[in-house]
């Protein structure tokens, strides 16, 4: 299912090849300028929506530590109440100390090996999300960058408004930080590498037309 952002970034594409072309030219057409500027407002207020939806999954990471913290401690108190029953006994004294000793280092092991998978767990849905949001976000970055460099207009206002557009998508994705994969060989679902970006040229003339 896609996201409000690719539907947009399609609704703008099909508007523009629905436009008409100047007349004596095959490359320059002419739009609607308020219908253009419409489509860029939700577009740019969409972007944020997408950023927080992956936010959100990255927050997970400390519900599933604190869940794990939680059966680790739950395992050592129960680990701790034992061991007072065993050296209640007297008469089992010693064999209550080696039990104990065995049941406190069990716990211990198997509540820091749930800590650890929780950690490994949480890191590679932080990852996966912070990937997919960047592959997203590259992808409407090439798009818009393809759409500024194909479609040239005769109306400053809509080149400035893409420019706008573009820049702010660029600069979201600069803003990620997207963590380097450790060589663990976990496959996250996600793609390595987003799609290729397309930088926008620009080239005006004397009238201010691309």
């Known amino acids: 299912m896609s996201s409000r952002i690719e539907q947009i970034i399609e609704e703008i594409e099909e508007y523009i090849d629905s436009c008409k072309f100047q007349p004596l030219s095959t490359s320059k057409i002419i739009v609607n300028k308020d219908q253009i500027d419409e489509l860029l407002r939700e577009l740019r207020m969409k972007t944020p929506d997408e950023i927080k939806r992956y936010q959100k999954i990255i927050a997970n990471k400390d519900a599933i530590l604190a869940d794990a913290q939680a059966k680790a401690d739950g395992m050592i108190e129960e680990a701790q109440i034992h061991t007072n029953e065993l050296v209640s006994e007297h008469e089992i004294m010693q064999q209550a100390y080696a039990q104990a000793n065995e049941i406190v280092t069990a716990a211990t092991e198997q509540a820091q090996q749930i800590l650890d998978n929780a950690a490994n767990d949480a890191n590679d849905i932080r990852i996966g999300a912070i990937q997919y ?39 979201n994705r600069a803003e990620l930080e997207v963590p380097e994969q450790q060589p663990r060989n976990i496959d996250t679902g996600y793609a390595a590498e987003g799609p290729g970006v397309l930088e926008p040229a620009f080239d005006f003339d004397d009238d201010g037309m691309m």
């Open 133 to 171: 949001t960047d592959d997203l976000l590259a992808n409407a970055e090439s798009i818009i960058g393809h759409t500024l460099d194909s479609y040239t207009t005769k109306y400053d206002g809509l080149v400035n408004s893409l420019q706008e557009c573009y820049d702010m998508v660029h600069n």
